[in-house]
């Protein structure tokens, strides 16, 4: 059955970093554009970060530039978020999705997502 997992969230305090998981299996990860994305309570769903099948190109939100890194294990079928100095903003799930193409903008999901992971950062 194909699935997105995400792992790696939790609590930690403002400044600190965590490293995000998103796990693909039962179908083609590796020929997927990827992306993460965030939702707080009451807020719009961010676009924070995507990588492209061929690991070439990669985009971040505006509010993670400089802070976030993505990356990808194409032979492990994972795609990472590393997240540093983290701030009580950024408290939200996390979920990963595959995309019909990751862009500047505008990213837009297609066959899969997974149900995400919380992040709080608080003291």
């Known amino acids: 059955q194909p699935q997105l997992v995400e792992s790696g969230g939790g609590l930690v305090q403002p400044g600190g970093s965590l490293r995000l998981s998103c796990v693909g299996s039962?179908?083609?990860?590796?020929?997927?554009?990827i992306g993460w994305f965030r939702q707080a309570p009451g807020k719009e769903r961010e676009e924070i970060s995507c990588v492209d099948r061929s690991d070439t190109n990669r985009y971040y939100g505006d509010s993670v530039k400089g802070r976030f890194t993505i990356s990808r294990d194409k032979g492990k079928f994972i795609v990472y978020l590393q997240m540093n100095t983290l701030q009580p903003e950024d408290t939200a799930v996390y979920y990963c999705?595959?995309?019909?193409?990751?862009?500047?903008?505008?990213?837009?999901?297609?066959?899969?997502r997974g149900q995400g992971t919380q992040v709080t950062v608080s003291k």
């Open positions: 999705a595959t995309l019909y193409r990751c862009q500047a903008t505008n990213w837009y999901q297609s066959h899969y």
């Open positions: 039962g179908f083609a990860f590796d020929h997927y554009d």
